[in-house]
């Protein structure tokens, strides 16, 4: 049989799972069929199974009924015994929960005559068990990822979105999810309700004793802190829609982002000396940074509170807008960048980042590390040839 011909059955046979098409796969598949999948896979999916019979139902049927999901080949090459090793993704969702699917996966397919005798699958059982369980146990946060632009929304309006301990967890969680997803290319993060955020959760903290209040502090700031950090270092650019009031620790959010929008009538304070406290969210590091230390000084000790132009003027904020016009802009904003080169917005978040501690010369060296690494990929191949070509580049992210 011929490479294109083997090409030919094997693209027939992700086109038959995709549209469930039964009688092409009895055609395809030979009545010896035998398909080995990987272990751990979710649902004990993980295993051999015989006759085309067991594969369709037991393993494909099984899959279908819990994620709405396909095969999506890249590559196929032929080797030396004959067989061709397909190179490709599972992408889709589960269907309880919608969890995000989207998992690489290696396919050796044994051939006779016109049929597929053989299927050795690999691919990551990770993903596919945390797209069942991803949407699962979030009360605070309204997660959502469509084409590679993941929208995070506070959600607890009742409270203007004031922070505690489930929400500092979500956003924990929300981060791992965000770092580990690789079709992830934005993060927009915004707040349902009338405020943004208004900071840690006062009435939570006149819940606790004056010897529990630590305690209960150091396990709202350490899962949030740590989210901070995990959002900070994603390779996906960050913008931050702002409205109502962004205050306390929940500014850290602002300083997680690479473009902060603002609508126009919000106000940005610390709040933390009224309550006889410190400060967290990265307060005391990112607004030295921003503003300088003499404002960051007067911010927290006087109890400053800006309005949106001065929170642009003094740095705080990338632009203002009309508060109707806040969410669309922010969405293009992010979608612009959902469509950029992720690899190399991720060298720069950590290019400017890293700047603030490193030497000239550290920072020279690092910034010729950084375009070696964004050269070797795909999305910088495709843009040169664009750019020669005078047509405009595409951008897979990768």
């Given amino acids: 049989m011929q490479c294109d011909e083997k090409e030919a059955i094997a693209a027939g046979l992700y086109q038959a799972l995709a549209c469930g098409d039964r009688k092409r796969l009895d055609e395809i598949l030979h009545p010896e069929f035998e398909g080995r999948t990987t272990e751990g896979l979710p649902m004990g ?32 090459r032929h080797l030396d015994d004959g067989q061709v090793l397909v190179l490709g993704r599972y992408v889709g969702a589960a269907r309880e929960g919608g969890g ?52 995070i ?34 993060v927009l993060i915004t707040g349902n309700g009338p405020a943004f955020t208004v900071g840690g959760d006062i009435s939570v903290f006149a819940q606790s004793t004056a010897a529990g209040l630590p305690t209960k502090l150091r396990r709202m700031t350490s899962p949030y802190h740590e989210a901070m950090r995990i959002l900070s270092r994603l390779d996906a650019p960050v913008v931050c829609a702002v409205h109502g009031a962004a205050a306390g620790g929940g500014l850290g959010l602002l300083y997680c982002a690479d473009i902060v929008l603002a609508a126009e009538g919000t106000k940005f304070a610390s709040g933390f000396t009224a309550l006889g406290l410190s400060g967290d969210g990265g307060n005391s590091w990112f607004l ?25 003027e003094w740095g705080l904020v990338t632009r203002v807008l009309p508060a109707d016009a806040l969410a669309a802009e922010a969405l293009a904003v992010a979608r612009r960048l959902a469509d950029g080169p992720t690899r190399a917005y991720g060298e720069i978040r950590r290019l400017l980042r890293d700047s603030w501690s490193a030497t000239l010369s550290e920072q020279l060296t690092a910034e010729s590390d950084g375009i070696a690494r964004t050269a070797a990929t795909s ?9 020669i070509a005078k047509r405009k580049p595409t951008f897979e992210g990768r």
């Fill in 153 to 186: 929304r506070l959600d607890r309006p009742h409270t203007r979105n004031a922070l505690d301990e489930v929400m500092a967890a979500d956003l924990y969680e929300v981060a791992q999810r965000l770092a580990t997803d690789p079709g992830v290319r934005a």
């Fill in 379 to 387: 999305d910088a191949s495709a843009a040169v040839a664009a750019f």
């Fill in 45 to 76: 999916l993980g295993g051999t199974y015989t006759g085309p019979d067991a594969m369709r139902r037991n393993f494909w049927g099984q899959i279908a009924r819990s994620y709405d999901a396909r095969a999506e080949p890249a590559e196929y």
């Fill in 288 to 312: 030295p940074r921003l503003v300088g230390p003499r404002r960051a000084a007067e911010f927290y000790l006087e109890q400053r509170v800006l309005d949106a132009q001065e929170a642009a």
């Fill in 100 to 151: 995000k699917l989207d998992a690489e996966f290696f396919h050796l397919l044994r051939f006779d005559e016109e049929q597929i005798t053989g299927l050795v699958q690999l691919t990551d059982s990770a993903r596919w068990t945390t797209a069942l369980g991803s949407a699962q146990g979030l009360s605070t946060i309204d997660l959502r990822v469509t084409d590679g632009l993941a929208e």
